[in-house]
Protein backbone atom coordinates (compact mmCIF):
# COMPACT_ATOMS: atom_id res chain seq x y z
CA UNK A 1 0.00 0.00 0.00
CA UNK A 2 1.47 3.11 -1.08
CA UNK A 3 0.84 6.71 0.90
CA UNK A 4 0.94 9.89 -1.03
CA UNK A 5 3.36 11.48 0.81
CA UNK A 6 6.02 8.97 -0.56
CA UNK A 7 5.89 10.45 -4.06
CA UNK A 8 6.06 14.01 -3.44
CA UNK A 9 10.23 13.86 -3.10
CA UNK A 10 10.04 12.93 -6.79
CA UNK A 11 7.47 15.18 -7.96
CA UNK A 12 9.85 17.77 -6.84
CA UNK A 13 12.58 16.37 -8.50
CA UNK A 14 11.33 16.54 -11.92
CA UNK A 15 10.43 20.06 -11.36
CA UNK A 16 13.64 20.51 -10.63
CA UNK A 17 14.87 18.99 -13.90
CA UNK A 18 12.56 20.64 -16.10
CA UNK A 19 13.53 24.52 -14.52
CA UNK A 20 17.54 23.21 -15.35
CA UNK A 21 16.91 22.28 -18.30
CA UNK A 22 14.81 25.50 -19.46
CA UNK A 23 17.69 27.93 -17.64
CA UNK A 24 20.69 25.72 -19.26
CA UNK A 25 18.86 26.29 -22.97
CA UNK A 26 18.32 30.11 -22.41
CA UNK A 27 22.27 30.33 -20.82
CA UNK A 28 24.11 28.57 -23.45
CA UNK A 29 26.09 30.83 -25.67
CA UNK A 30 24.59 31.10 -29.31
CA UNK A 31 27.77 31.17 -31.09
CA UNK A 32 28.74 27.34 -29.97
CA UNK A 33 30.18 25.29 -33.09
CA UNK A 34 27.78 23.48 -35.02
CA UNK A 35 24.42 25.06 -33.59
CA UNK A 36 23.75 28.06 -34.72
CA UNK A 37 24.69 30.64 -37.59
CA UNK A 38 28.64 31.50 -36.88
CA UNK A 39 29.54 35.33 -36.80
CA UNK A 40 30.81 37.01 -40.14
CA UNK A 41 34.21 37.91 -40.47
CA UNK A 42 35.34 41.24 -41.78
CA UNK A 43 35.61 39.61 -44.99
CA UNK A 44 32.38 38.32 -44.90
CA UNK A 45 30.83 41.15 -44.48
CA UNK A 46 32.93 43.35 -47.06
CA UNK A 47 31.81 41.18 -49.59
CA UNK A 48 28.05 41.42 -48.76
CA UNK A 49 28.36 45.48 -48.31
CA UNK A 50 30.07 44.94 -52.42
CA UNK A 51 27.45 42.49 -53.49
CA UNK A 52 24.47 45.00 -52.09
CA UNK A 53 26.31 47.61 -54.59
CA UNK A 54 27.37 49.76 -51.34
CA UNK A 55 31.03 49.80 -52.44
CA UNK A 56 32.53 50.23 -55.71
CA UNK A 57 34.75 47.48 -57.15
CA UNK A 58 38.07 49.80 -56.19
CA UNK A 59 36.50 50.15 -52.60
CA UNK A 60 36.52 46.79 -52.41
CA UNK A 61 39.87 45.31 -53.87
CA UNK A 62 41.43 48.46 -51.48
CA UNK A 63 39.70 47.23 -48.55
CA UNK A 64 40.70 43.64 -49.42
CA UNK A 65 43.91 44.18 -49.63
CA UNK A 66 43.92 45.70 -46.15
CA UNK A 67 42.15 42.87 -44.41
CA UNK A 68 44.78 40.09 -46.11
CA UNK A 69 48.00 42.05 -45.19
CA UNK A 70 46.88 42.28 -41.34
Known sequence: MHHYGEFWGMHWIWWILWIIFIIWVFVTPWDLPGQRNK????????????????????????????????
Not at 50 to 61: D, P, Q, S, V
Open 39 to 70: RDTPLDILKKRFAKGEITKEEFEETKEILNKS
